[in-house]
Nanobody
Framework: QVQLVESGGGLVQAGGSLRLSCAAS????????MGWFRQAPGKEREFVAG????????FYTDSVKGRVTISRDNAKNTVYLQMISLQSNDTAVYYC??????????????????WGQGTQVTVSS
């Protein structure tokens, strides 16, 4: 079992920045690719960013490219999502997720085995 806990969400003005963190625990954490997803009110959960276990490959949905950076520190069992130039349509609950079924990472939520509880990001215009 892997437990994931997100933090770092909050209220920010448009154009501002936030860094989300996802702390993982559990003895089987090693080897997981990680992803960040988000869900806005009334919308389906969507992929935001993904990263392989080594951190050698990262990938993003088009709407956040150039504004979002995913990274990880395996020594700290933590994955980060740095977001800049935030816009009102970035408002959502952000979730981190872990997968072993797709070592290269995936944009598909059904490929992920474990999920955090989410952290709210609200961007005011």
């Amino acid at each position: 079992q892997v437990q994931l806990v997100e933090s770092g969400g909050g209220l920010v003005q448009a154009g501002g920045s936030l860094r989300l963190s996802c702390a993982a625990s559990g003895r089987t954490y090693s080897g997981y690719a990680m992803g960040w997803f988000r869900q806005a009110p009334g919308k389906e959960r969507e992929f935001v960013a993904g990263i392989t276990w080594s951190g050698g490959r990262t990938f993003y949905t088009d709407s956040v490219k150039g504004r979002v950076t995913i990274s990880r520190d395996n020594a700290k069992n933590t994955v980060y999502l740095q977001m800049i130039s935030l816009q009102s349509n970035d408002t959502a609950v952000y979730y981190c997720a872990a997968t072993t079924r797709s070592p290269g990472g995936s944009t598909k939520s059904y490929q992920y085995d474990y999920w955090g509880q989410g952290t709210q990001v609200t961007v005011s215009s």
